[in-house]
C-alpha cells in the first residue's frame, strides 16, 4: 500500500534548466564525483567561490525554470486522497522555496541539503520516509536522474523514472509526464480510497 510519495525537484518538479557540464566546467569539478563533493572538498576560499557559483545558477534555475506540466495537479490530487506528500532535493531550501511558492501548492515536507547527506546517499530519502510516518516499502520516490534511482534504491523506497530526452538511465517503471504518476500507482491507491479519479486510473495502472 502506497502512502507517500516522494519528489524530486530538479528537472521533476520544474524542467531541466541548469546546464551542469558547464557549470562543472566553470567550477573546475571533474565529472565522476557529486559536484558538492568537490565543493566541500576544496580549501576555504575556493570553496566559497564555488559554491557561490553554484547558488547563483540553482536561484536562476528556482526562478526560470519552466514548472512541470501536472507537477501541482499530482500534489493536489495525492493530497486529496490522503497521500503524503515530500520534496527531497539536492538544492538548497530558499530555491526549494521559490520554486514552491511558483508551483502554489506545498507538500506535507521539505527537505534539502541543508536537512542531510545529498542524493546520491539514501539520508535525505531515508529521513523523509521516518519524518512522514511510513515504511519504505509504502513510498515510492518519482525522479528524473540517476542519484534519484540510487538514493531510492540503497533506502528501500521504489522508484518512477521521469524520462527525460537525451539522459541515459534504464529504469522500469518509467514515466513520460507527472500525470501519468496516478496512472501508474493507481492500482495501490485504489486499496484505501474510492475517489473516481483514482479508481479510473486503477483500471490503467501497469505497477508491478
Same mark, same amino acid.
Given at each position: ?44 576560499? @575556493? ?29 493536489? @490530487? ?89 539522459? @541515459? ?10 500525470? @501519468? ?28
Amino acid at each position: 500500500m502506497i502512502k507517500a510519495v516522494l519528489l524530486d525537484m530538479d528537472g521533476t518538479i520544474t524542467k531541466p534548466y541548469i546546464d551542469w557540464r558547464r557549470l562543472r566546467e566553470e567550477i573546475g569539478a571533474p565529472e565522476g564525483i557529486p559536484l558538492l563533493d568537490y565543493i566541500y572538498g576544496l580549501p576555504g576560499g @575556493e570553496r566559497e567561490k564555488a559554491l557561490g557559483t553554484l547558488e547563483e545558477r540553482e536561484e536562476e534555475a528556482a526562478l526560470n525554470a519552466p514548472l512541470e506540466e501536472g507537477a501541482g495537479e499530482l500534489l493536489r @490530487e495525492l493530497r486529496a486522497m490522503g497521500v503524503r506528500t515530500a520534496l527531497v532535493t539536492n538544492s538548497n531550501r530558499r530555491c526549494a522555496e521559490i520554486v514552491l511558492g511558483r508551483l502554489g501548492v506545498e507538500p506535507d515536507l521539505v527537505l534539502s541539503r541543508e536537512d542531510g547527506r545529498i542524493k546520491p546517499s539514501p539520508d535525505l530519502v531515508r529521513k523523509a520516509v521516518e519524518a512522514l510516518g511510513v515504511s519504505p516499502e509504502e513510498a515510492v520516490m518519482v525522479g528524473n536522474g540517476s542519484y534519484d534511482l540510487k538514493a531510492s534504491e540503497a533506502a528501500g523506497v521504489r522508484f518512477i523514472l521521469l524520462r527525460r530526452p537525451g539522459y @541515459e538511465i534504464e529504469h522500469e517503471p518509467s514515466v513520460g509526464s507527472l500525470s @501519468e504518476v496516478l496512472v501508474l500507482l493507481g492500482r495501490e491507491l485504489c486499496r484505501y480510497t474510492s475517489t473516481d479519479a483514482v479508481t479510473a486510473a486503477g483500471r490503467r495502472a501497469s505497477w508491478s
